[in-house]
């Protein structure tokens, strides 16, 4: 298998890492996939990373068609909608990479294309926007992580992208146990974005206090009990996948970032997945639950629900 056309399906915080590292090779097609004014607008201005412009290829899903490798960096409330592009860009011998948060993206997927398609893979790249465009430091970056659901693991396509890949400066491993890096990344953004988003504080918080150590140790509890109950054995890729990108204390991971943008938020694939799968197997989440809860109200408070400053106030009591 020798990967030549490269289609990214998302050109934010992840997708910038992946078009940074791949337009390096010059023997590819790398091209992001987008249409309607979006497709125009990066025709037009590029990608603006680490304080320099990409122009990749802007192709429409027809376009891209049969693409050897499809690079999904989207967010996660933008899959659903995603779909049909992803089935346009997808032939018969395509393979997907879906480098989103969470643990279901690529059931998701497989849904529309069939899972014969998934490479299972994740990202770590503690990547923030900034007025001239996204911004990561590559030295830092622990990088992406790809394997086979089941065997054999060091498979044609896990070999190809490991070629492809070898190329450029991006960091990347292969893995045997995939499933167990994707819940342990999983853990370390619920454990360490959610309370941080509630708080509004650098991840500094987590060192500085004991209180935000609770909440984060009730998250991780939560989730590690429906791991195991899963069959998920985090202790596989604990001693070499238990920790994220080094950052500084001030830095805000992206629950935050979508609040401090008036963005809404991942919180319905981080604890609202946590909650749905807890109930299914009957493992209780009130840590999840509150987080949950909380950003939704975070996410209210963004669109204006809590605006009193009119003049006609109805009058309200505590209940």
């Known amino acids: 298998m020798d990967i030549k056309k490269v289609a990214v399906l998302g050109a934010g915080a992840v997708g910038s890492y992946v078009i940074w590292g791949l337009s390096a090779r010059r023997d590819i097609e790398l091209g992001v996939v987008a249409d309607g004014p979006r497709g125009e607008r990066l025709a037009k201005d ?3 990373i680490n304080g320099k412009i990409y122009r990749p290829a802007v192709w429409t899903p027809q376009e891209a068609h049969d693409a050897d490798l499809l690079i999904v960096c989207l967010k996660y409330g933008a899959l659903p909608g995603a779909l049909d592009s992803i089935k346009a860009v997808t032939g018969p011998h395509t393979t997907i990479m879906s480098l989103m948060n969470g643990v279901d993206s690529e059931d998701i997927i497989a849904s529309a294309v069939g899972g014969e398609h998934l490479l299972y893979s994740l990202i770590k790249v503690a990547s923030h926007k900034e007025a001239d465009g996204f911004h990561f430091d590559p030295a830092t970056t622990v990088g992406i992580i790809f394997g086979e659901k089941e065997p ?8 190809a992208v490991e070629a492809l890949f070898g190329g450029t400066e991006l960091h990347f491993r292969a893995t045997d146990c995939i499933r167990e890096e994707m819940w342990s990344k999983f853990r370390l953004n619920v454990c360490n974005n959610l309370p941080q988003a509630i708080l509004g504080a650098g991840v500094g918080c987590y060192r500085d206090s004991v209180h935000m150590k609770v909440v984060s140790d009730g998250l991780r509890r939560e989730l590690e009990a429906i791991a195991a109950a899963k069959g998920i054995d985090m202790q596989k890729v604990d001693a070499v996948s238990g920790k994220g990108c080094a950052v500084k204390p001030s830095a805000r991971y992206s629950t935050l970032q979508d609040l401090d943008a008036g963005r809404h938020t991942e919180i319905d694939m981080f604890s609202g997945t946590l909650i749905r799968m807890g109930k299914e197997l009957g493992i209780p989440t ?16 963004s669109d204006g629900k809590f605006d009193y400053s009119g ?3 109805e009058m309200t009591w505590a209940k």
Do not use: T, W
Not at 152 to 159: E, L, N, Q
Not at 286 to 301: C, G, Q, R, S, T
């Open 46 to 48: 590029g990608c603006a």
């Open 286 to 301: 009130p840590y999840n639950e509150f987080a949950y809860h909380m950003i939704k109200a975070l996410e209210e408070k």
């Open 152 to 159: 054999p693991c060091d498979s044609p396509r896990v070999k």
């Open 311 to 313: 003049p006609n106030q």
